[in-house]
């Protein structure tokens, strides 16, 4: 810690004929609370100081460390090292401690406080504030240990990660990745893993001299686990619209008021931002998201950046990975560096043509297939007792074979459930003609009820004679 040197008497005459030089500035923050172990060539982060200024004036902070006994094998860090503080404003400041991979082991006493800056006349006076002190302890034994979170099936899933020393739970390190790696000192330590604020799983192990370990938390969670972007172009290279799909995998919870965002950037500047999907609820397991992406202004040669993130209940969940577009002049449609307005005018124009003729398509094919009336219908469907009961009834003669039950989210008719050759309560799987049958349906997690609380179910039954479908909502 270095102090600006200047005669005392010259400096203490200016200390008291400078208005407002005596400052205060209140240090506090958990720094102090632990005793710290660094191994050689190590490094702690997680502990801070807090500055404040509990003064009229705004002041000018730097911080300050002092290492004793000296050395300048082991160091502090500041995430910020200089700021400025309006009157009553407080700052965080989060402290790393290092130690060079020839430092000598030990124990050592680490100060860390803030120091006023004033300038008067020429000369800038530092006035030292309050101060806290640790207990760091170098070890000549380090081990390094590597930490990953993976689903069930083995796939690394990016959540936040925090590893702890133990008893104290103090943090040594964290990321957001999913993986972490850390060299420490020998001692038991506990990691844990977190998803907006949830933890998903932990586990304590403990760390020898030299050791090399790994360790794997398994957590169900939600991440997306594919996303691309293609551009769908036509015969000349030119480029209609990006077709953007996605894939989240939830294993987490069925998550209310979910939506889907893509994040569009233009040469690095933002765009806009697409809402590709809302649902009251999105379900366990993989739900696929697509989508065909036009820009406003039509397209432009250059960069385009695309990321898809999920949202629930207007919190961040997941988030992809960003996937680039380059569009070339040809791609664009642009000649001589400058954009064609007919040809951009007629591409949109294709766009909206194609799009209003599989419109049409799907309503001719949606008629067709209903021209002929179903004999099964789904009459109700009612929740409690933790199970959903659905009445079937077959109008017809024929005796019908239960291949099929299936409930969707609704308005985004996302599934929820999907049970093959369902049976009837009594346990058969033919419901006879011209007869009402009854089917229950499990809803163990609550997503079911969940649904028909917010926008709704459809109920869908199929059978070897026909299809019967229903909407419901409580």
């Known amino acids: 810690m270095e102090w600006s040197r200047v005669p005392l008497i010259p400096l203490l005459l200016l200390l008291l004929l400078a208005p407002g030089v005596a400052g205060y500035i209140g240090v506090s923050g958990d720094f102090y609370s632990h005793t710290y172990y ?60 290092k130690a060079a991979p020839n430092c000598p ?112 938390l398994v957590v169900k969670t939600v991440y997306f686990v594919a996303f691309d972007v293609v551009p769908a172009k036509n015969s000349e290279g030119r480029i209609g619209y990006a077709y953007v799909v996605a894939t989240v995998r939830n294993l987490f919870k069925p998550l209310k008021d979910a939506e889907v965002v893509l994040r569009v950037s233009y040469n690095g500047k933002p765009v806009e931002n697409v809402s590709v999907s809302k649902m009251p609820l999105l379900p366990l397991n993989d739900t696929e998201f697509k989508y065909n992406y036009v820009p406003i202004e039509g ?28 569009v070339t002049a040809e791609m664009a449609g642009v000649s001589m560096g400058q954009a064609s307005p007919s040809q951009a005018e007629e591409e949109k124009t294709n766009v909206y043509l194609y799009i209003g003729l599989g419109a049409l398509i799907l309503v001719v094919l949606a008629l067709l297939a209903f021209r002929k009336k179903s004999p099964i219908k789904v009459t109700t469907a009612e929740i409690r007792d933790g199970k959903l009961t659905v009445r079937v009834e077959n109008t017809s003669s024929r005796e019908a074979m239960l291949l099929r ?70």
């Open 38 to 97: 660094v191994p050689i060539g190590g490094t702690v982060t997680g502990s801070t100081v807090v500055i404040s200024n509990p003064s009229n004036e705004t002041i000018h902070v730097r911080m300050t460390y002092q290492v004793t006994p000296q050395t300048d094998l082991l160091t502090v860090e500041f995430s910020e090292n200089e700021f400025i503080l309006q009157p009553g404003e407080r700052k965080v400041v989060y402290v790393t401690l």
């Open 105 to 216: 082991p030990g124990n050592y006493t680490v100060t860390v406080g803030g120091e006023e800056i004033k300038q008067v006349g020429n000369v800038s006076v530092a006035t030292p504030s309050g101060a806290l002190k640790a207990t760091v302890i170098v070890t000549g034994e380090g081990a390094r240990v590597t930490i990953t979170t993976v689903d069930v099936t083995g796939n690394v899933v990016p959540v936040d990660l925090v590893l702890l020393s133990m008893p104290s739970k103090y943090p040594i390190k964290r990321t957001d990745t999913g993986k972490l790696e850390a060299i420490v000192a020998p001692g038991k330590y506990r990691a844990e893993a977190y998803l907006a604020g949830q933890l998903l799983n932990a586990t304590e192990f403990e760390i020898g001299p030299n050791e090399e370990k790994e360790v794997r």
């Open 299 to 326: 397209w432009k040669p250059g960069k385009y950046e695309f990321q898809m993130l999920l949202y629930s209940s207007g919190k961040l969940y997941a988030k992809t990975e960003i996937k680039t577009l380059e």
């Open 405 to 474: 039950l299936r409930i969707l989210a609704l308005p985004s008719k996302v599934e929820i459930t999907d049970i093959r050759k369902p049976k009837l309560v009594g346990g058969g799987k033919k419901l006879a003609g011209k007869s009402i049958g009854t089917i229950e349906v499990p809803d163990d997690d609550g997503s079911i009820r969940d649904a028909m609380e917010s926008g709704g179910i459809l109920v869908r039954v199929e059978t070897n004679i026909g299809v019967g479908e229903a909407k419901f909502k409580t």
